[in-house]
Each structure stands twice: as C-alpha cells, then as structure tokens.
C-alpha cells in the first residue's frame, strides 16, 4: 500500500493528489539535492528548502521541475556552479540561492529564458564575472540583490534603460562586489526603485545629479568607493529618503542647502571625506534625524540647532574646524546613545552645554575649548561607557558621583585644569579599564580604592601634585599593562606589591618624584615589561639583580638617584645609554659611562686635588649652567601647558609611531581604538579562527593593518601563544618581503598586532578573483614568487637561529599597490634550535603541509621548502594545485602538457618569458618532491631564480609535460 505525502508536513497537493509545494525551512536537512527525485515532482510549483544543511551542487536534472514558479534554497552549504539547466525553468518568478558557496559566473541565458521572474537573489555568495546585460530584459523584475559576491566590472547601463523595460524594479542591491567605472546615469530612469545599495566596491566619478529623478527612494547607500565630485544637489528631490550613506569616498564641497528638504531622513553618514564649508541652516528642518556622522572632513563654522525633533541618537563630527558653542539644541536630545565631537575648535561651559542623557554609552568631546566645571548630572548617565574631556580647559573638581557610573570603561579628563582630590568614589567603577587624568592640577594622595578596579588596564596619573605614598593596593589591579604615575609629589618606597602586576607590559614610569627606599627585587617579576623609568628620585641601594630576568625590556632609565652596586647583567642595560645611569652614588658594570666593577679606586691625594679643581674652576660654572637650565625648563613647561594638546598628540606621532623598539604605547593603543571606532565592524577586511583584522587611518595620515584576537575564553591560551609568538619572531627580523610589525597591544581583553597595511590583500583572494587575476601578468607572478622565496631564503639561512614559518599558504603572502609580496602570519613560526629534536605537533593549512610531517612530526626548513613549492604552482596555474600533487606522486603519472596546466585566464607567455615560466614550474616541482632530503634549499631556489636559472634546450613551450619538468636537475 503506497503512502500519500499529501498529508505529510511542508507537503502541499493539488486535488489529483500531486505535489505542488515542498516548503521545509529551518528543518535540519542534511545530503545533498542529488539524491532527491526530481522527475517524481512533475506539478511542483513552490520548492523551499532554506536554511538547513543540504551540501553538495545544485543537479542539473532540476530541469525536470518544469512548472515551478518559486525556488528557495537560501542559507545551505550549496557549492559549485550555477547549473545551465536552470535557465529552462521558464515558469519561475521567484529564485533565491542566496548564503551559500556558489561559484562561477552570471549566465546570459538565464535572464532571456526567466521572462516571469520577480524576485532574484544570489547574495552572499562567491560568484564571479561581470553583471549581464540581459538582466535588463527582466521586464517584471522587482528585485535584485547580488551583494557580498565577487563580480566585477562596470554597472550595466540596460539596468536602467526603460527600453529593456526595468521599469518596476524596487530593490537594486549591488553592495560588497568588485564593480568598477561610474554610476550610470541610466539608473535616473528606474521610478520605483525605493533601495539602492552600492557600497563597499571601487566605483569612480561623480554621484549622477539624475538620481535626483527616484522620487520614491528611501535608501541610498554609496559608501565605501572612490566617487568623487560634490554632493548634487539633486540629491535633495529624495523627500522620502530615510538613510543617506556616503561615507569613505573622495567627495569634495560643501553640503547642498537641498538637503534640508529631506525632512524624512533618518540616518545621514558623510564620514571620511573631503567635504567643507559650514552645514547648511536648512539642516534644522530634518527633525526625525537619528543618526548623523560628519567625522573626517574639513568642516568649519557653526553647528546648527540640530535635534529639534529630539530624535538624534549619535552624533559624530569629530576632526573638522567646527567653532563656536555646542548647539543648545543638544541638550534636549534625551535619547542620545553616542556623541563624539572631538578635534575641534568648540567653546562653551560644559556644566551647560550637555544635558541628562538617561541612554548615552559613549561621550567624547576632547581636543576642544570647553569650560566651567564638570557636573554631577554626569553620575546620573548610568549606561555611559566612555566619558571622554581631554584636552580643554576645564576646572573644579571631579564629581564623586561619577563613581555611579558603575558600567563606565573610560574615563579620560587628562590635559585640563582640574584640582582636588582624585574622589574615593571613583574605586566603585568596577568595569573601568582607562583612567586618564595626566596634566592636570589634582593633588593629594593616590586613593587606596583604585585596588578595586580590577579591570584597569591603564593608569595614567602623571604631570599632577599627587603627594603621600604609592598605595600598594595598586598591585591587586592585575590587568594594569601601562602604569605612568611620573611628574607628582609622591614619596615613600615603592610598594613590592607592583611586582604583583605581572600583565605591565607597555610602561612603568615613576619618575619625576621623591619616592626613597631600596628597589624591590619583586619588581623583577614584571617580565612583559618595555619600558621602566624609575629616574630622578631619591632611591638607594642596588638595581636588584631580579631584573636580569626582565626579558622584554626595551628602555630603561635609572638616572638621578643614589644607587650604586653593579646593574644586572643583561643586553638591555649594557646597551642602554650613558644617560640612563647617570648622577647616581656609584653603579658600576659593563655598559656605556660606567666604570667595570673591579676598577681600581683613586687615591686619596688624587682625589683631593680632583675637588679643589671642581670647587675653584668647575662648580661656578656649573652653577650658572643650572640657572639658565632652570629658567629654560620653566619656560619650556609653561609653553608646552599653553599649547593645544591636539597639537602635541601630532608631534608625538610624527614620523613613524609604531616604531617597536621606542614608541608612546598609550598613545598607539588610543589612537587604534579611535581609528577603529572601538573595532567597529565597518573597519573589518578579514577574519580567521584567531579573531580579526581591521583597516585603520591614523591621525598621522598613516595607514595600518590591526589583527586583534579573540578575547581569551576558558582558559585557552592557544591564541595567546601565536601571538606572542609572532612578536617573537617580527620584532627578530627585517626583510622587504616580511610584513612590517609596527606595534602591538598585549593583555587578556584586547590583544592586537600592528602591521604595515598591504592594499591588495592576500595572493589567495586575487587570484580567486577573475579580474585581479588578469592583473597579475606572467612577469608579476614570477616576481610574487620570486619574493617568497627570498624571504624565506632570509629565514633559513641569514638569521641565527633559522626560522621556520611551518604555515606558508597563498592567504598568508599579501601584496601591496605595486604588487610586491610580503610573509605574513608567523603564529606557529619555529626557531630551529642546534642540537634539539625539533619536535612538533602537526600544525599548518591543509593543503600546504609537506607530507613527511604526518608521520616524522619533526620541523625542518624543508617542510617550508615544500609549501613554498605548492604556492609557487598555485600562482602559476591559479588554482591551489592538490589534484594535480597526487596526480604527478601516483605511479601512473600522465604526461600532461605544461600549457594546459598554467592559468588559463591569462595569454600564453610571451617568448621572452616564457623561459622563466619553464623554469620556476620546474623549480616548484622540484620543492614538492616526496623525499625531504632531494628538495633544494631555499638559498639555491632564491638564488637560482634571481639569476634566471639555466637555459633549457628542451620540446618547444607548446610540446613541454610536466614530467619532463619534474626529471629536470635545478
């Protein structure tokens, strides 16, 4: 007895008791769609199988399902391309293929067959190839949505032509591609468009003023590109408009006066531009503004009475030239979630300008002219996580209410003119990781409750008149990693419970004060440390020899203090400078100024006459020296207080800011987090199992890379040890074709490396790209590889111990804009020890690690010697190389022509170079041989390719196998 599945969930049946609706989303599905009978469907009009797990391709025999009208297979593991058998569904009016892994490129077919079709989406997928024409014959089509693949190639002018009938497309979505050239003015032509999206791709030229034309839009996203020109004011006929982005761009001009008929606009975003002038009045009339992002541009004048409607939820127009008071206006927007109006010229009594914000997380106004005293309504913004003030001129003291904030993670109020107490209360900020209140006027002693803080990550209470002792509280504050109490009145020892503070990695510097006592040899336990300067106080007895075990320090100041004794021995104090040990009672050892420490003494007679030269001859000298010293210095202090503290961060950050061995850490950590808006996702261009990478713009005009960890969960440490050993590894090496380590950032809640930014991505993403690939002619991929290989030549053989990079792939060579190569990732690098085993666990990419690896587990160079050799191929042919590995290891090898075997999307070599093509494939094999000890080292590879390698007599190009390739001696 057959069972009907008519009455089966997700089953619908027509009154024959066919099928017509299968519609089984969210069900958990596994398989593949190859083993699902399509002939047995003949009525099936609506297919749904979204979300669920189906793997595999799309079957070409879905031919059969002849009547459908709908097909969802959204949000699978789908793979493979788009079959050709779809274009014979000509009933279809709705296709959705979206969020999965499919390839290839848009066929043209498709779109002269699908007359019907209403709605197309194949977003979120890794479809290639330009957009065809054809779509414009899709005269129903509705929507549109091809965002988050990798097409390429300019905008279809047929997209708007009402003579290919688009007349009722209402969703034109096109954002995260590749797509080049100007926004065709033919899109003026689609009336009903009501969401335009076209962010995120390299589209050029001016906005077309007849966008002006789609009286029905409501979104407009062109962020992200390289459009330039001025805002049209066209742009203003959008009076149903409710999101406006155009950040990221090269607009230039002044914002239209037009655009205060946009009275329905929510979200207005012009960031990152070259936009100036002053805001236009009319800008008072949008009353429903939510969100409005001005940063970056060169904006000047007044800001108007924004948030009439009392609407505006962020505000952002931080680094322009805005002067004058903030609006009065501001404080009537209870709703603000975040205002950022720092790096300006804005005046006004901050007890006033800002009003009681019951849902504000993020403040920041520093680097203005803001007076008066802080006010303790501040206490009553209980979601504040950011309060930020630096830079002003603000006075009185700080409110012990802010110690209500108990969700606030910044508090800067650094470079005003505060005094007082530093209150009690503020011991009750438990999430507080940033306390900042350096070049201020505070005075009194340091409060026993900062131990409280057991999240505080920095602590900067410098250039105040803090007086009493260092609480040793301060040492239960374990994730402190910067510590700069320096230029205060403090006296007394320093506390040994410092030593506690394992994670102080960045700085330690209590210079500058009366501290006394002997060094605490605990302090030998801050083994992260960089920077320690414990100069001009009255500190006494000997530099602990504890502090030979402080293995990261970079700089160290000792000076104006009564030690004496040897300094440890280790690299960093006998190479510091003369400087660093000066005035002190007696310090001796092996370092530049110090006498050894078994030098004889002068005799008594010598030394008497030594200080009747210095009392007659040298001391009135010396006198009057430090009397024009000390004038200078109080000169100097009262300018440096006078000037505009944006200014000083400038200075400090011209030149290289990132600099490993000498740099500011705090400055680089908040200039990163300012770059990144907090590592705002819209800053994200990678992401791995170890976290993310971000694309940050300094304020130096400097442009970085920032791969920031995952925050350590559980305990695992895994993470954590590629990073450090990273650091290891970069700060150990110099080479052209090595990333650049500029800085970086390491404790338990953000960790981060630095590195010098490559505009072209990685050598895997270009040549997964159809159009990027093309650009990578024959010279330059020999050149790519050639890279490689000297950097790992450098590696092996030119530093000591060797280097092994054990995870070289084409994701970890990244290119710049001139298309030179450069290593990256060194997380799981080895440092080839003498005489040790070498051991290791199998790590790697699956695909690149040489074979002998599974079973011997031991590193050695050759095993980056054959990764080197599968990129190598990779790059000459394309693709990664694994069928064509195991087709030339089995014994039955094919004699497969090399012409066949190299990219296809390029022309065959030119006879000038095809020489080098024979000979690096022929290298490249030679890499990937089975046996360890028959690959050549990477010296000869790197040599050999810089010379050419010898000159073949061989078949013609045209006739070569790889197998009389593999049997060549290189």
Known sequence: ???????????????????????LPNAGLLGKLDNLSFPSFPNLLHLN??????????????????????????????????PLSLANLTNISEIDISSNEMIGELVPSFFTNWTKLISLQFHNNQLTGKIPSQIGLLKNLQILSLWGNKISGSIPPSLGDLTRNLKNLVELVLCNNNLTGPIPPALGNLKNLVDLEMSNNNLTGPITPVLGNLRNLKFLYLSNNQISGSIPPEVGNLIKLNELTLYNNLLTGSIPATLGNLTSLVILSLYRNQLSGSLPQEMTNITNLSVLDLSGNNFSGYLPQLCQGGSLKAFT??????????????????????VRLKGNQLTGNVSEAFGVYPHLTFMDVSNNRLFGELSPNWGECQNLRMLQFPG????????????????????????????GEIPKELGRLTSLFNLSLHDNQLSGQMPQEIGKLSNLEVLDLSMNHLSGPIPPQLGDCSKLWYLKLTENDLNGSIPFQIGNLIHLQVVLDLSHNSLNGEISPQLGKLQMLELLNLSHNMLSGSIPKSFEGMMSLQSIDFSYNDLGGPIPISKTFQKAPAEAFIENKGLCGEARGLKPCNAPSTSYGDARKGHQVVIF?????????????????????????????KQLVLERSSGNPFSIWNYDGILMFEDIVEATEGFDDIYCIGIGGYGKVYKANLQTGQVVAVKKLHPLEGGDQSDQRNFRNEIRVLTEVRHRNIVKLYGFCSHARCSFLVYEYMERGSLASILSNDEGAIQLDWTIRVKVI????????????????????????SNNVLLNSELDASVSDFGIARLLVPDSSNWTMLAGTYGYIAPELAYTMRVTEKCDVYSFGVVALEVMMGRHPGELISSLMSPNRQHKLLKDTL???????????EQEVVFMVSMAL??????????????HVAQELSVGGPSFSLEPFNALTLCQLMDLKV
């Open 617 to 645: 001859i040298i001391l009135p000298l010396l006198v009057a020296l430090f009397l024009l010293f000390v004038v200078a210095c109080i000169s100097s202090i009262y300018y440096q207080r006078r000037r505009n503290p």
């Open 786 to 809: 050639k890279g490689v290989a000297h950097a790992l030549s450098y590696m092996h053989h030119d530093c000591t111990p060797p280097i092994v990079h054990r995870d070289l792939s």
């Open 1 to 23: 007895m057959t069972i009907s599945p008519c009455k089966w969930i997700g089953i619908s049946c027509n009154s024959l008791g066919s099928v017509t609706e299968i519609s």
């Open 926 to 939: 030679a890499c990937i041989r089975s046996n360890p000890d028959s690959r050549p080292t990477m010296h």
């Open 317 to 338: 127009a931080f680094d322009n030239h805005f002067i004058g008071e903030i609006p009065k206006s501001l404080r009537n927007c209870t709703r603000l979630t975040r």
């Open 392 to 419: 002003n001129m603000i006075t009185g003291r700080i409110p012990p209410k802010i110690g209500q904030l108990t969700q606030l993670g910044v508090l800067g109020l650094s470079s005003n003119h505060l005094v």
């Open 903 to 913: 990219d296809q999307r390029l022309l065959a070599p030119m006879v000038e170079v």
């Open 49 to 82: 199988l979204s979300g669920n797990a189906i793997t595999g391709n799309i079957p070409a025999h879905i031919i059969s399902l002849s009547k459908l009208s709908s097909l969802d297979l959204s949000m699978n593991s789908l793979s493979g391309i788009l």
